[in-house]
C-alpha cells in the first residue's frame, strides 16, 4: 500500500508541474528540453543497472565453465548430480525425461514422413549403380534427394585402412593402442552373444559382429585411418562416430533370404544417410525399402566387394549384411545429416 501512495503521489506531481509549465507557456520542446537531465539520469541508472546484469550473468558463466573445465571439480558435479538423481528417483520418477530428445516439444515442428509420392523415384530403379569420379552435384541430385542408393568405387583410395587393416592388425590395434584400450565401445552387437574381448583376444573362431567408436578420443584415433569420403557433399554433416564391421568364419551366404537362423545383423541409425565402405573381403547385403515403398521400391541384394563403399539413405531404406564367405572380413563405416 504504501508503494502505490508514493507512486501516486509522484504521479499527482508530475502532472501538477506539466500544468504549470503548460500554464507558463511553455511549448512541448521547451518542456522536454528543461526535463532533460532528469531524463538522462534516468537512462544513465538504466544502462548502470544492465551494465550490473551482464557483468553478473558473465560472471556466473565463467565460474561454471571453469568448474565443468577442471576435471577435479567436473568430476565432483558428476558425482554429486548422480547422488541427488538416486535419491529425489523415490519421489519422483525422471527416467522417461531421461529418454527424451527434448524437454519441451515444438508445436511448429512438423516430423517428415515417407509417403508414396516419395517412393515414385524409385520405380525406375531395379540395378544399383556403381559410380566413380563424383562431384559433389551428381551425389546431391541424382542419389540423397532421391533417396537412391548406390556404390562408389573409389572412395577408400588413400586411405591408410586399405593397406594396414586385417584381422590381426585390426585385433591389435584395438587390445594395444592406449587409447582405444582405455576407451568403450559402444552399440556392440554380436549375433552369437560374444563379448568382444573374446573376439580381439582371438577366443571366438567364428563371429559376425558390429560396434561403435563413440567416446571422442577412440574417435580421433579412429578417424586416422580414413578420411571424410570425396563425394559427400558440403550439405552433408558428418557424424562423430565411426563403426566397425567384423566377421570370420560365417558360412557363405547365397539366398539372401533372413530367417531366425541366418548371420545378418541389422544396421539400425536414425541419422540421415550411412556410408560402408568394404576395407577386407566381402558383405552380403539386403537393402530393404521401408513402408509404404516396401510394394514399389525393389529390394536389392547383392555382395559389396573390397574397395567399394556403399551409400544408402536411413529414411527410405533399412539395411542387414552378413559376411559373404568364411574369410576375415572388416568394413568401416560413419553416418551423416543434412537440411533439407
Known amino acids: 500500500m504504501a508503494g502505490t501512495d508514493s507512486l501516486e503521489n509522484i504521479d499527482k506531481d508530475l502532472k501538477e508541474v506539466l500544468d504549470f509549465c503548460v500554464s507558463s507557456g511553455l511549448t512541448s520542446s521547451q518542456i522536454v528540453s528543461g526535463a532533460r537531465p532528469l531524463l538522462d539520469a534516468a537512462n544513465q541508472s538504466k544502462r548502470r543497472a544492465w551494465l550490473r546484469r551482464v557483468v553478473l550473468v558473465s560472471l556466473a558463466?565463467?565460474?561454471v565453465a571453469f568448474l565443468f573445465q577442471n576435471t577435479w571439480t567436473y568430476r565432483w558435479i558428476c558425482i554429486a548430480s548422480k547422488i541427488t538423481a538416486m535419491k529425489v528417483l523415490p519421489y519422483w520418477d525422471w527416467t522417461p525425461l531421461y529418454d527424451e530428445e527434448c524437454i519441451l516439444q515444438n508445436p511448429y515442428i512438423i516430423q517428415d514422413k515417407l509417403t508414396e509420392d516419395d517412393c515414385q523415384e524409385c520405380v525406375n530403379y531395379k540395378k544399383l549403380e556403381y559410380v566413380y569420379n563424383l562431384t559433389h552435384e551428381m551425389v546431391a541430385e541424382d542419389y540423397l534427394f532421391s533417396n537412391l542408393p548406390f556404390i562408389v568405387l573409389d572412395a577408400t583410395t588413400g586411405w591408410k585402412a586399405t593397406s594396414e587393416f586385417n584381422a590381426e592388425s585390426l585385433k591389435k590395434l584395438f587390445t594395444e593402442n592406449k587409447v582405444l584400450r582405455s576407451h568403450n565401445v559402444?552399440?556392440?552387437?554380436?549375433?552369437?552373444?560374444?563379448?568382444?574381448?573374446?573376439?580381439?583376444?582371438?577366443?571366438?573362431?567364428?563371429?559376425?559382429?558390429?560396434?561403435?567408436?563413440?567416446?571422442?578420443?577412440?574417435?580421433?584415433?579412429?578417424?586416422?585411418?580414413?578420411?571424410?569420403?570425396?563425394?559427400l557433399p558440403p550439405m552433408v554433416e558428418a557424424a562423430l562416430e565411426n563403426f566397425v564391421a567384423f566377421s570370420s568364419g560365417k558360412s557363405e551366404q547365397t539366398s539372401g533370404e533372413e530367417d531366425e537362423d541366418s548371420d545378418f545383423l541389422k544396421h539400425v541409425v536414425v541419422d540421415d544417410l550411412t556410408?560402408?565402405?568394404?576395407?577386407?573381403?566381402?558383405?552380403?547385403?539386403?537393402?530393404?525399402?521401408?513402408?509404404?515403398?516396401?510394394?514399389?521400391?525393389s529390394l536389392f541384394s547383392f555382395v559389396l566387394e573390397e574397395g567399394q563403399t556403399m551409400v544408402v539413405t536411413n529414411d527410405m531404406w533399412e539395411w542387414h549384411f552378413a559376411p559373404a564367405d568364411s574369410a576375415p572380413t572388416i568394413a568401416i563405416g560413419s553416418t551423416g545429416n543434412w537440411d533439407s
Open 275 to 297: 556410408w560402408f565402405a568394404q576395407i577386407r573381403g566381402n558383405y552380403f547385403i539386403q537393402l530393404r525399402p521401408k513402408q509404404p515403398c516396401d510394394n514399389i521400391c
Open 186 to 231: 559402444c552399440q556392440y552387437i554380436n549375433n552369437e552373444g560374444q563379448p568382444l574381448a573374446d573376439v580381439l583376444a582371438g577366443r571366438a573362431s567364428t563371429f559376425h559382429t558390429v560396434w561403435s567408436n563413440c567416446q571422442l578420443q577412440a574417435i580421433k584415433v579412429f578417424r586416422s585411418y580414413y578420411h571424410r569420403p570425396y563425394f
Open 61 to 63: 558463466v565463467a565460474v
